[in-house]
């Protein structure tokens, strides 16, 4: 039987086997993947293929914060498209995640994803027809301090703040900051000191350092590290809302202080692969044809 185009892709994502190979595989069986894969299994040791190898990068982030403030969690619920993230179903089963890690104070995707949670997550990825997938859970408890929370409109972004003291209105307006500033630390000697070397690296490779004397280019460089971590930390930050006030100042007024924060943003360190398949499939037809 003629095997489409889609099946061969399927396979070859589920096996990374060839396009050739995966094309003979499923004519032998009539265009079964699941068989096609069992036979590839016998004949070459080849390894369990994949049944949720599609990259789930897109989806929303989500918070719930306890009525007194005392904690908080965070979780990054993901599909394949935007367009999956925005169906009721995925934002009813989202909504389920958030409230079982609320309950829960959960710590790990895994283990909230035990049992009826994961049953409702198959169901779903057989309707949509999308991978779909916790990808991690925050927990934020306050410690005698107070948590806020903020999720922009988009879904996309999300923060959580902690303060010594305070209300969970200033926390939440910390965490909007956080959320659309995006810090790297909370304080400037949070900052890793690998970062930190990086950052030099990159100042004495400038155009204006170049032939300076090394006293003049050290000066320079202690500025110019100044100036990069205070931008990086969240309390030395401007409060986007009142540029007037540093955000440690903000949290001062409100009688407390800083203790971190805990940002998702969606897919953000996912690695999506791009693939040209009507490409590749053309150019290896030309070379069985040569």
């Given at each position: 039987?003629a095997?489409?185009?889609?099946?061969?892709?399927?396979?070859r994502?589920?096996?990374?086997?060839?396009?050739?190979?995966?094309?003979?595989?499923?004519?032998?069986?009539?265009?079964?993947?699941?068989?096609?894969?069992?036979?590839?299994?016998?004949?070459?040791?080849?390894?369990?293929?994949?049944?949720?190898?599609?990259?789930?990068?897109d989806?929303?982030?989500?918070t719930?914060?306890?009525?007194?403030?005392?904690?908080?969690?965070?979780?990054?619920?993901?599909?394949?498209?935007?367009?999956?993230?925005r169906?009721?179903?995925?934002?009813?089963?989202?909504?389920k995640?958030?409230d079982?890690?609320?309950?829960s104070?959960?710590?790990?995707?895994?283990a909230l994803?035990?049992?009826?949670l994961?049953?409702a997550?198959?169901?779903?990825?057989?309707?949509?027809?999308?991978?779909?997938?916790?990808?991690?859970v925050?927990?934020?408890?306050?410690?005698?301090?107070?948590?806020?929370?903020?999720?922009?409109s988009?879904?996309?972004?999300?923060?959580?703040?902690s303060?010594?003291?305070?209300?969970?209105?200033?926390?939440?307006?910390?965490?909007m900051?956080?959320?659309?500033?995006?810090?790297?630390?909370t304080?400037?000697?949070?900052?890793?000191?690998?970062?930190?070397?990086?950052e030099?690296?990159?100042?004495?490779?400038?155009?204006?350092?170049?032939?300076?004397?090394?006293?003049?280019?050290?000066?320079?460089m202690?500025g110019?590290?100044?100036?990069?971590l205070?931008?990086s930390?969240?309390?030395?930050?401007?409060?986007?809302?009142n540029?007037?006030?540093?955000?440690?100042?903000?949290?001062?007024?409100?009688?407390?202080?800083?203790?971190?924060?805990?940002?998702?943003?969606?897919?953000?360190g996912?690695?999506?692969?791009?693939?040209?398949?009507?490409a590749?499939?053309?150019?290896q037809?030309?070379?069985?044809?040569?």
């Amino acid at each position: 039987m003629a095997v489409s185009a889609a099946l061969v892709k399927e396979l070859r994502e589920r096996t990374s086997l060839g396009m050739m190979e995966c094309k003979k595989a499923l004519q032998e069986v009539d265009g079964d993947v699941e068989k096609a894969i069992e036979n590839l299994r016998k004949a070459s040791g080849l390894k369990a293929a994949k049944k949720a190898d599609r990259t789930a990068a897109d989806g929303i982030v989500a918070t719930k914060v306890a009525e007194d403030g005392s904690y908080g969690v965070l979780v990054e619920v993901n599909s394949e498209t935007d367009f999956a993230a925005r169906d009721e179903g995925f934002l009813e089963f989202a909504a389920k995640v958030l409230d079982k890690a609320f309950a829960s104070k959960a710590t790990d995707a895994a283990a909230l994803m035990a049992g009826e949670l994961e049953a409702a997550r198959e169901a779903l990825v057989q309707k949509i027809g999308e991978n779909i997938g916790v990808r991690r859970v925050e927990l934020v408890e306050a410690n005698g301090g107070v948590v806020g929370a903020y999720v922009h409109s988009n879904k996309r972004i999300a923060a959580i703040t902690s303060l010594t003291a305070g209300g969970i209105e200033v926390a939440k307006d910390i965490s909007m900051h956080v959320a659309a500033v995006n810090p790297q630390v909370t304080r400037p000697e949070d900052m890793p000191a690998e970062d930190v070397e990086k950052e030099k690296d990159i100042i004495k490779a400038q155009p204006d350092m170049a032939g300076k004397p090394d006293e003049i280019v050290e000066k320079m460089m202690t500025g110019r590290i100044k100036k990069f971590l205070k931008e990086s930390s969240l309390v030395e930050q401007p409060f986007v809302k009142n540029p007037e006030l540093t955000i440690a100042q903000l949290a001062k007024e409100a009688g407390g202080e800083v203790v971190g924060f805990v940002r998702f943003e969606v897919g953000e360190g996912i690695e999506v692969k791009e693939e040209d398949f009507a490409a590749e499939v053309a150019a290896q037809l030309a070379a069985s044809k040569s």
